[in-house]
């Protein structure tokens, strides 16, 4: 395939994809400008290794790969820390939602940011950028069902942390009356 043809063809294929690259870099990264990095990285790293593809309807999870890889590399990204602001949830989400909900995603982002690495991401590709188990399989390299449970074990988690905190701050609230 000749420079134009294989440009025209990876700008077909990516473009339609860049919101959920987008997304899924913010919400690993936890910064807009880190994950502006990230995703650079990953598109020059999808570029410059596209003729390697050997399937087209593979290049969601190729640049998925591409992308974890690189974020799991870089010494720049923290990887326990996520702290996401307004704007950076209005970013992942485009969806119009209103303070208390975007109050608690921040503090959902935080507790994710606790979790194991990989099941923070395997929560964020099936719950910002609508992946299906099976495609998170694929782009983690681990079985369908291994999948199914870490983002079983991480909701639970998630969930179980965000009761305690606020009980913990009612309780902190009352006790101060």
């Avoid at 190729?62 to 820390?81: D, P, S, V």
């Avoid at 909701?155 to 101060?176: M, Y």
């Amino acid at each position: 395939m000749n420079l134009e043809k294989r440009k025209k063809r990876f700008l077909e294929l990516i473009e339609p994809l860049m919101q959920n690259l987008e997304s899924f870099a913010i919400a690993m990264a936890g910064s807009r400008d880190i994950a502006k990095d990230l995703v650079s990285e990953t598109v020059l790293t999808a570029w410059q290794q596209f003729d390697s593809l050997r399937s087209e309807e593979a290049f969601l999870s190729y640049l998925f790969t591409i992308c974890r890889r690189a974020y799991y590399a870089g010494k720049k990204y923290k990887l326990n820390e996520i702290a996401c602001s307004e704007e950076e949830i209005d970013e992942m989400f485009k969806i119009e939602l209103n303070v208390d909900d975007k109050l608690d995603l921040q503090y959902i982002f935080v507790e994710l940011g606790k979790l194991d690495p990989e099941i923070k991401e395997a929560v964020i590709l099936h719950y910002v950028n609508g992946l299906q188990h099976k495609e998170i399989a694929e782009i983690q390299d681990k079985s369908v069902n291994a999948v199914k449970m870490s983002i079983y074990r991480a909701k639970n988690t998630v969930r179980k942390n965000l009761r305690i905190n606020t009980d913990q701050s009612i309780g902190g609230e009352k006790n101060e009356q």
